[in-house]
């Protein structure tokens, strides 16, 4: 009996032992998830003190297109950052690359914390499409869509605080450019352009719409309503001059700068720009969500997943277990961070507050309305030129639609 | 004779001016040259404040380390240096000796079929590295190299070597015959034709090529991206292309870590600058 025991424990202890905890991500070490990930890892060794952990970073882009032929290997993580979408970890979840974690995520009660729109792209069906089945990884941050402004230009041009509605906005962008300034800094170099496009038809879309477009259920038409709506207010507003003219030269570097340098009174962003704009800004400033919208481009963040071939899938569930505690959590919220489980109350600082109680707003009307890019391979490209080329004029907003249209069908059919 | 003099003055004086206008076009494309160096330089010492505020062309205001501070406080450079280093004067030394050896079987000794071994060598350089990945992955988690420098050390020397055999065996195709047989005549076997006579001849040819081996595999991405993944195994690249996150770019550390990364290859760069030069003009004179 006594034998038997110790037996048993050599057998634990050596497969602990020998073996490496592995943690793979991709996030930028100026990240607040990554600075909160550093207060789990601590967390983590405390509470196993005998488990080796390595916490290997890698890029973005690295794991775009490595994925897959990292996970084939016998030598994987025991744990590892996933992009969501049906193009990422949809595609890894339908090759068998990455276990299914329902079971877990039921047991450990993750599936109460994580609910609506923040959980759809965590699900995955047998066929790798996002919205629904099981869940094949657990997201710890969210992001989404709203609008920067510069306080101090507002003050000097005759404005108090940021609009209410929609009308009050849109008046305040031909205040200042009577003026002669650029209300908005954005660009279509890279993605503010196609964001703010996603917003415009977000605001005027319902929850179905949305839905079967981006998980690609039933026949979607996006040559009308609420597309229609977004695309020709975003055609209105590069007409009017709000955008800038010079849009598809500008990189996201150059708009965030710009910003900060105190050019534009707004700027309409992700909430990835908060922690820049607030180390580096010298002006008052503030976030508001894009008034009067029904719905609010943004999305749950990359997914922790485990690897089918990873040794150690317990400690993967307790690393999952630690990121999502309140501690971690809280910790990604303080550093300006959207965590998806986290205490808003909690926060000191007014502006990160503020920041996550958007985005409570945003959860609890569950009004998450992804990036328009998810549901076929592709796309991103494609609606990059055509803003581009809606941008400087070249096209208009129904041909653009019909030609996405086109493109969309002919992505989710094969 | 006045006149004469008045011409030659005329003619000095044309030619001053042409040296001027050559000076100065030289001077404009210097500074061309310069500006991206200056861009580097000024935003790797400013603060992400300074940046944004003051733009990407002012000077920093002030100077700081901070950007610095924040590369060399997120990776192990040392590390990446020494792996960096490793990987790419291996494969220039090895991969140097490995053509030398197939190229003087396939120049000197004119083994048969040498036109097909020739003609599949470049073939494989042309091949795209993204066709070769997935065996390349394969065969190295097959003999346990996965994720080891040594993986990416040995694909690099075959990669390399292979063009290296192609450019060598086309220079020997052209030695001397006479050399050769003066050697044999002398009663040289093959091995001491081959380090005696046909190795100190070709030095330059190879100084030039262990240089451009030495730059090419230091500046590889695709392939060491796949195979190294944790960070103790990465080449100074990868770590590069990591700063650069899915929505965020921190210009001035990313102008930091560039201006580091920089620096070993200005180094080697002006170590073996005497050897490139020598290398390219070798034969002109003869």
Same mark, same amino acid.
């Given at each position: 009996?006594?034998?038997?025991?110790?037996?048993?424990?050599?057998?634990?202890?050596?497969?602990?032992?020998?073996?490496?905890?592995?943690?793979?991500?991709?996030?930028?070490?100026?990240?607040?998830?990554?600075?909160?990930?550093?207060?789990?890892?601590?967390?983590?060794?405390?509470?196993?003190?005998?488990?080796?952990?390595?916490?290997?970073?890698?890029?973005?882009?690295?794991?775009?297109?490595?994925?897959?032929?990292?996970?084939?290997?016998?030598?994987?993580?025991?744990?590892?950052?996933?992009?969501?979408?049906?193009?990422?970890?949809?595609?890894?979840?339908?090759?068998?690359?990455?276990?299914?974690?329902?079971?877990?995520?039921?047991?450990?009660?993750?599936?109460?914390?994580?609910?609506?729109?923040?959980?759809?792209?965590?699900?995955?069906?047998?066929?790798?499409?996002?919205?629904?089945?099981?869940?094949?990884?657990?997201?710890?941050?969210?992001?989404?869509?709203?609008?920067?402004?510069?306080?101090?230009?507002?003050?000097?041009?005759?404005?108090?605080?940021?609009?209410? &509605?929609? !009308?009050?906005? #849109?008046?305040?962008?031909? /205040?200042?450019?009577?003026?002669?300034?650029?209300? =908005?800094?954005? $660009? +279509?170099?890279?993605?503010?352009?196609?964001?703010?496009?996603?917003?415009?038809?977000?605001?005027?879309?319902?929850?179905?719409?949305?839905?079967?477009?981006?998980?690609?259920?039933?026949?979607?038409?996006?040559?009308?309503?609420?597309?229609?709506?977004?695309?020709?207010?975003?055609?209105?507003?590069?007409?009017?001059?709000?955008?800038?003219?010079?849009?598809?030269?500008?990189?996201?570097?150059?708009?965030?700068?710009?910003?900060?340098?105190?050019?534009?009174?707004?700027?309409?962003?992700?909430?990835?720009?908060?922690?820049?704009?607030?180390?580096?800004?010298?002006?008052?400033?503030? &976030?508001? !969500?894009?008034? #009067?919208?029904?719905?609010? /481009?943004?999305?749950?963040?990359?997914?922790?997943? =485990?690897?089918? $071939? +990873?040794?150690?899938?317990?400690?993967?569930?307790?690393?999952?277990?630690?990121?999502?505690?309140?501690?971690?959590?809280?910790?990604?919220?303080?550093?300006?961070?959207?965590?998806?489980?986290?205490?808003?109350?909690?926060?000191?600082?007014?502006?990160?507050?503020?920041?996550?109680?958007?985005?409570?707003?945003?959860?609890?009307?569950?009004?998450?309305?992804?990036?328009?890019?998810?549901?076929?391979?592709?796309?991103?490209?494609?609606?990059?030129?055509?803003?581009?080329?809606?941008?400087?004029?070249?096209?208009?907003?129904?041909?653009?639609?019909?030609?996405?249209?086109?493109?969309?069908?002919?992505?989710?059919?094969? | 004779?006045?006149?004469?003099?008045?011409?030659?003055?005329?003619?000095?004086?044309?030619?001053?001016?042409?040296?001027?206008?050559?000076?100065?076009?030289?001077?404009?494309?210097?500074?061309?040259?310069?500006?991206?160096?200056?861009?580097?330089?000024?935003?790797?010492?400013?603060?992400?404040?300074?940046?944004?505020?003051?733009?990407?062309?002012?000077?920093?205001?002030?100077?700081?380390?901070?950007?610095?501070?924040?590369?060399?406080?997120?990776?192990?450079?040392?590390?990446?240096?020494?792996?960096?280093?490793?990987?790419?004067?291996?494969?220039?030394?090895?991969?140097?000796?490995?053509?030398?050896?197939?190229?003087?079987?396939?120049?000197?000794?004119?083994?048969?079929?040498?036109?097909?071994?020739?003609?599949?060598?470049?073939?494989?350089?042309?091949?795209?590295?993204?066709?070769?990945?997935?065996?390349?992955?394969?065969?190295?988690?097959?003999?346990?190299?996965?994720?080891?420098?040594?993986?990416?050390?040995?694909?690099?020397?075959?990669?390399?070597?292979?063009?290296?055999?192609?450019?060598?065996?086309?220079?020997?195709?052209?030695?001397?015959?006479?050399?050769?047989?003066?050697?044999?005549?002398?009663?040289?076997?093959?091995?001491?034709?081959?380090?005696?006579?046909?190795?100190?001849?070709?030095?330059?040819?190879?100084?030039?090529?262990?240089?451009?081996?030495?730059?090419?595999?230091?500046?590889?991405?695709?392939?060491?991206?796949?195979?190294?993944?944790?960070?103790?195994?990465?080449?100074?690249?990868?770590?590069?292309?990591?700063?650069?996150?899915?929505?965020?770019?921190?210009?001035?550390?990313?102008?930091?870590?560039?201006?580091?990364?920089?620096?070993?290859?200005?180094?080697?760069?002006?170590?073996?600058?005497?050897?490139?030069?020598?290398?390219?003009?070798?034969?002109?004179?003869?």
């Amino acid at each position: 009996m006594l034998a038997l025991a110790a037996g048993l424990t050599a057998c634990s202890g050596s497969g602990s032992d020998d073996e490496t905890f592995t943690i793979l991500q991709y996030e930028t070490t100026s990240t607040a998830q990554y600075r909160g990930w550093q207060r789990a890892l601590e967390i983590f060794r405390e509470e196993h003190p005998d488990v080796e952990v390595e916490f290997a970073s890698t890029s973005f882009d690295s794991i775009r297109s490595n994925a897959k032929i990292l996970l084939t290997g016998d030598d994987v993580p025991d744990v590892m950052l996933v992009n969501t979408g049906n193009a990422d970890g949809g595609q890894l979840a339908a090759q068998g690359l990455i276990d299914p974690l329902t079971d877990v995520v039921e047991e450990r009660g993750w599936d109460e914390r994580i609910t609506g729109s923040v959980r759809s792209l965590a699900v995955y069906d047998e066929t790798g499409h996002a919205g629904s089945g099981d869940w094949y990884g657990v997201p710890n941050v969210a992001s989404f869509f709203t609008f920067y402004y510069n306080a101090d230009l507002l003050a000097e041009h005759g404005f108090d605080g940021p609009p209410e &509605t929609m !009308a009050e906005l #849109e008046a305040m962008f031909d /205040a200042f450019l009577a003026d002669g300034v650029t209300p =908005v800094s954005s $660009n +279509a170099g890279e993605h503010a352009v196609l964001q703010t496009w996603w917003q415009l038809i977000s605001a005027v879309a319902d929850r179905p719409a949305i839905d079967d477009f981006i998980f690609v259920d039933g026949e979607p038409d996006v040559t009308s309503g609420a597309f229609l709506e977004g695309t020709q207010h975003l055609q209105d507003w590069i007409e009017a001059g709000y955008l800038g003219t010079q849009l598809a030269g500008i990189k996201a570097d150059e708009m965030e700068r710009a910003f900060i340098a105190g050019e534009f009174p707004f700027m309409a962003n992700g909430t990835w720009s908060f922690a820049r704009v607030s180390e580096e800004a010298s002006f008052e400033w503030g &976030t508001f !969500a894009f008034p #009067e919208s029904a719905l609010n /481009a943004g999305a749950s963040g990359h997914l922790w997943s =485990v690897p089918a $071939n +990873a040794k150690n899938k317990d400690l993967a569930y307790d690393w999952i277990e630690t990121t999502l505690s309140p501690e971690v959590q809280n910790e990604i919220a303080a550093l300006g961070g959207i965590p998806v489980a986290g205490d808003t109350a909690s926060i000191e600082d007014p502006r990160m507050r503020e920041l996550n109680e958007q985005f409570d707003a945003i959860r609890e009307r569950d009004a998450l309305s992804f990036y328009p890019d998810y549901p076929v391979p592709g796309l991103l490209d494609f609606q990059m030129s055509g803003l581009q080329a809606l941008a400087n004029g070249s096209t208009d907003a129904a041909s653009f639609l019909a030609d996405m249209q086109e493109f969309y069908d002919s992505g989710s059919q094969s | 004779m006045s006149t004469r003099r008045r011409r030659d003055r005329r003619v000095v004086a044309l030619l001053t001016t042409r040296r001027w206008a050559l000076l100065i076009v030289a001077a404009l494309v210097a500074v061309v040259m310069l500006v991206p160096f200056y861009l580097l330089v000024s935003n790797a010492f400013k603060t992400g404040a300074d940046y944004s505020q003051r733009g990407p062309l002012a000077l920093p205001e002030p100077w700081t380390f901070s950007a610095f501070d924040r590369y060399l406080g997120s990776v192990d450079y040392p590390r990446l240096l020494t792996n960096s280093v490793l990987i790419a004067g291996v494969v220039a030394v090895v991969g140097v000796a490995v053509s030398m050896l197939s190229a003087y079987a396939i120049g000197i000794g004119r083994v048969r079929g040498r036109t097909w071994v020739v003609f599949v060598l470049l073939m494989a350089t042309i091949l795209p590295q993204e066709a070769l990945i997935y065996p390349l992955f394969t065969g190295a988690q097959a003999v346990g190299l996965q994720n080891s420098v040594w993986s990416v050390v040995i694909i690099f020397i075959v990669l390399q070597a292979a063009f290296g055999t192609y450019l060598l065996s086309s220079v020997l195709g052209t030695f001397p015959a006479e050399l050769l047989e003066a050697a044999r005549v002398d009663g040289a076997n093959r091995w001491v034709i081959l380090t005696r006579i046909v190795a100190p001849v070709l030095r330059p040819t190879m100084s030039v090529l262990l240089v451009f081996f030495f730059v090419w595999t230091w500046n590889e991405f695709f392939i060491p991206m796949i195979m190294l993944i944790t960070p103790d195994a990465q080449t100074i690249p990868i770590a590069l292309a990591a700063l650069k996150g899915q929505n965020t770019l921190d210009v001035t550390q990313l102008a930091a870590a560039s201006l580091l990364s920089l620096l070993p290859t200005l180094v080697f760069f002006f170590l073996f600058q005497r050897t490139l030069t020598r290398g390219v003009t070798a034969g002109a004179v003869k």
